[in-house]
DNA sequence: TTAATTTATTTTGATAATCAAATTATATTT
DNA sequence: AAATATAATTTGATTATCAAAATAAATTAA
């Protein structure tokens, strides 16, 4: 096998195990009440921030559709609250909840707990290639298939 | 911002793109019958094997229920075969049509792609400490949360 | 060698996430 | 004022998923 074999082997692994754990520790947590989808909602309306619906999908990439029903679900749960804008009475406002904020607080414990923990092994010179290696590939992605980033 | 965040952003953008890219890909490509978790399955028959459907799902990680529709579905869709085992006739082997193994090899490239791009940069002494990194970092995590890896 | 148990798979009945298209309400343009 | 555009929701559908029940075959135990 030769080296890009075997990068491309190990980081097919990586991705799918990454996510398996995030869900996992998902459910095994606090806020189990929430799917990971549900998470991604939560990350993506942010602490102090208000948002709109139509912001928030096109952010995710879902339909308004999907994120009205996600957003209800989330509002059912105590997460999230809505509102109409005052200026614009088409748009509706969304923001986290003191619970939305907690949850997405936990959650992003999670994350750091899980690069720190990953990246303890390694050396400095070690960190930066890996910084570089994930950096060439997030570019790679931005510029050959035009995905839409922040 | 130090190593850390700047490895945890990175990840968490890579993350929330990667799944939409390789969707994105497939349904502009000659394959776009398939969905991704499609792919998935045909990825882990994979070429020249025949594997159970307990070894499939076991793999990747969904009930046996979940992996007998979406076979269905591929052999509806022509990528895969099913039959009885001789040996044990409660047992059934799946294996990869010529169409599955056209859309493997499709998938492959993609990936390969990918990988291949993000290396172009890196010596080969750096390649290799790419993969050592990548391992260490995939056997930390298989350890520290015990991820049922195949 | 029958009966009980285990194993491999499928079926059934349910839920969550998603989409496209239709609908409703409001704002903007003609 | 009418036509058009925009923001969100609703509707009706599909796909992926699970847990639990059912089926069929193999293995173990009586």
Redesign the interface.
Known sequence: MN??D???E??????A?????EE??LKIGEFSDLSISEM?VIENIGINRERTMSDTAKDL?ITSGTLTTAVDNLIRKGYVERKRSIEDRRVVIIKLTEKGVAAYSAHEDF??DM?????Q??DTK??????K??????V??KQ??D?G?K
Chains 1, 2 share one sequence.
């Open positions: 080296n890009h075997a990068v491309n190990i980081l097919v692994r990586l991705f195990n990454i996510l398996d754990i996992k520790c991604h990439r994350h750091k690069v720190i923990s990953a990246l092994q390694l070690e960190e930066e290639l890996l910084i290696i994930l950096t060439d590939i997030d790679f992605f050959k298939y995905i980033y």
